[in-house]
């Protein structure tokens, strides 16, 4: 599978997941927002640079930065 291929795959999943948590009630959307976002930290280690293509796991960064934006703007 190419990078191209795995990016269009996150975004369908950003798509599905902010339309998902945007039906929870409002408490719900902050827990998972936050969880989210403490996810997004832990995949921002240096860690999992080790043995990856650097412009895939640079991209996935991004998404998750972006999923993590979107998910805070619903909560």
Same mark, same amino acid.
């Given at each position: 599978?190419?990078?191209? &291929?795995?990016?269009?795959?996150?975004?369908?999943? !950003?798509? /599905?997941? =902010? %339309?998902? =948590?945007? *039906? /929870?009630?409002? $408490? !719900?959307? +902050?827990?998972? &927002?936050? !969880? #989210?976002? &403490?996810? =997004?930290?832990? *995949?921002? *280690?240096?860690?999992? %640079?080790? $043995?990856?293509?650097? !412009?895939?796991?640079? *991209? #996935? +960064?991004?998404?998750? +930065?972006?999923? %993590?934006? /979107? /998910?805070? &703007?619903? %909560?």
């Amino acid at each position: 599978m190419n990078a191209q &291929s795995v990016l269009g795959i996150i975004h369908a999943q !950003e798509l /599905l997941i =902010v %339309s998902l =948590v945007r *039906a /929870l009630p409002a $408490g !719900e959307r +902050r827990k998972v &927002s936050d !969880e #989210f976002q &403490s996810q =997004v930290e832990l *995949a921002e *280690a240096p860690h999992l %640079s080790a $043995g990856h293509d650097r !412009e895939m796991t640079d *991209a #996935f +960064r991004a998404h998750i +930065r972006k999923l %993590s934006i /979107l /998910l805070a &703007s619903c %909560s």
